[in-house]
């Protein structure tokens, strides 16, 4: 059938770093954000005739052919570029394409013509294969991106030789000559990137992570099943000896699947029915002791805690002789918010897994100071008219309302909350809900400034409904930033940003719930536009 996932041969079509050297080469997709421009500089680095086809301009695509331009290691002899455009014999006279994950292969002409298709993920993964690497792989819906890098973060802290890569923009060709099997990996997959992986058998994890799903990229897939389809190939081959951790908590599995399987209450309890490998899960809860994982806990204190609760063979040495069975394997952390909490809770689990002692990992994971462009504290602006101090949060990654909505929650106070902008085809009730407080939010936004988009579009609507005030939309960053300042150095604010002379900044956070098409590149170019314009705009 023409919508069906399209299956590749099983593994890769290099067998070996030399195979490489005289082959022609065509990448797809040069791209801002390193991944096409590391293809380049790995198959020039080892030998191949490389064309780069791209349907942006040169002009856009400036910065990266600048930088390839400037690596005087790379024999540019063998480089060319097709810009603007994609031409069919590009594809058709290739040895191999070089696909973006972001391309469709159903009803694409260009790379039908292929004679054979990898991505850097999929070569990585060969050879890591071979070398018999140890993977950690995180896909999910919101997450990932900070679960992946605390749980690298807490690898290196802890003395390991470790990698990160995927989609957090680093090419993991662009370490593939330092890997052995004592040098763990951690991969952020996308649902795109694990789609290309389909038939491969490439991926065997020693621990996936799957974190929260909820509806997303239904632009896309246009159905919950078909995205999760993709998701499922996180953990498609591995075995017992291998863990999938995945959510022990309720969403909408039953509302969202259009065919659950009887028994399943959550996407979790439906990955933990097919996987084969050793489930583990996660919780914001106090899990039952009929299940091993890790969850939270309140302390007498008020801070709220991490504890893993694993089989005899898992613990600690230091469990094994106390005979304690739950253990304390996150502290007091640097980084807001409970989405951060459970998101440092999944890395604490997999870093023990790794053989890191409880202790220690709690100590690793409250230094950590997160992510840009993830509730990223990156300025504080003192108002003209007193003393009031205000923070400003880039939370630009979040690209889903759920995200959105989960920010407004994550500071135990009252927010200014940015948000708005294009649609994916996702539902703004949950954001809605949140601000309106029918859902039982106990924090509120004094105020909602709004970007124009599609998406806003949706959440206007919704907003209207409830009479919930707002600001907006406006057409540009520029336009809404001075009308924020002009309205938090106003007098009449004071009483509703926060007293003068508190000792705890009053949160302004940009939480876009939407993707960035149109107005930004990418998610990660709104995030820096706005750090740049607010720095400029309350200076």
Known sequence: MADEPHVYPQGCYFKSLEDIKGKHITVMGLGLNGGGEACVK?????????????????????PTILSLTNDVTLDRSKLKYVLGEHRLE?????????????????GNS?????????????????????????????????????????????????????????NITVSPLSFLENIDGTTPV??????????????????????????????????????????????????????????????????NYKKESENPIKGCMSWGDYFAKETKGTVLKYSQFVMKHDSFGAFLKKERDGSICGYSYLPENLRSRHAQMRNIEEEKIMGNLLVPGSIMRINLLKSALALQLLGIAPVQIADVLGSW?????????????????DNRKITFYNDSCATVPEAAAAATQA?????????????????????????????????????????????????????????????????????????????????????????????????????????????????????????????????
């Not at 590009?90 to 159903?106: L, S, T």
């Not at 997450?143 to 690298?152: H, P």
């Not at 929260?212 to 919950?224: F, G, R």
């Not at 840009?372 to 008219?385: G, N």
């Open 90 to 106: 590009d594809f058709a006279q290739a040895d191999c394409v070089i696909k973006n994950p972001g391309v469709k292969y159903e």
């Open 186 to 251: 951690v991969l952020e997959l996308s649902s795109w990137q694990l789609r290309d992986l389909r038939g491969r058998k490439v991926l065997k994890p020693k621990i996936a992570i799957i974190t929260k799903i909820v509806p997303d990229h239904q632009n896309w897939y246009h159905s919950m099943d078909r995205y999760v389809d993709d998701k499922k190939l996180i953990y498609e081959n591995q075995t017992a000896e291998d863990f999938t951790i995945i959510d022990a908590d309720p969403d």
């Open 42 to 62: 790995f198959f020039l680095h080892h030998g191949a005739y490389v064309t780069v086809t791209d349907m942006k301009s040169r002009e856009e695509l400036m």
């Open 411 to 539: 500071f135990k106070q009252d927010i200014v909350l940015i948000t708005g902008g294009t649609d994916k085809e996702l539902d703004f009730l949950p954001l809605a809900q949140t601000l309106s407080g029918e859902n039982g939010s106990k924090y509120h936004a004094k105020d909602i400034f709004l970007l124009e988009g599609t998406g806003t579009d949706k959440l206007t609507f919704l907003l209207d409904a409830r009479h919930i005030v707002y600001f907006g939309p406006y057409k540009s960053l520029d336009e809404l930033l001075n009308a924020l300042r002009e309205k938090l150095a106003s007098p009449a604010s004071r009483s509703v940003y926060g007293p003068v002379n508190s000792k705890v900044p009053f949160p302004v956070v940009f939480s876009p719930g939407c993707t960035s098409f149109g107005m930004f590149q990418n998610e990660f170019d709104r995030g820096d536009q706005f750090k740049k314009k607010v720095k400029q705009i309350f200076f």
């Open 110 to 166: 260009y790379l039908a013509a292929a004679k054979a298709i990898e991505t850097d993920l999929s070569i990585f993964l060969h050879f890591a294969l071979e070398k018999r690497t140890p993977i950690i792989a995180i896909t999910g819906s919101k997450g990932k991106s900070s679960t992946a890098s605390s749980i690298y973060y807490g690898l290196q802290k802890s003395g390991f030789t470790a990698y990160l890569g995927g």
């Open 369 to 385: 100071e997160g992510l840009a462009h993830r509730m990223e504290a990156f300025h504080t602006w003192k108002s003209p008219s």
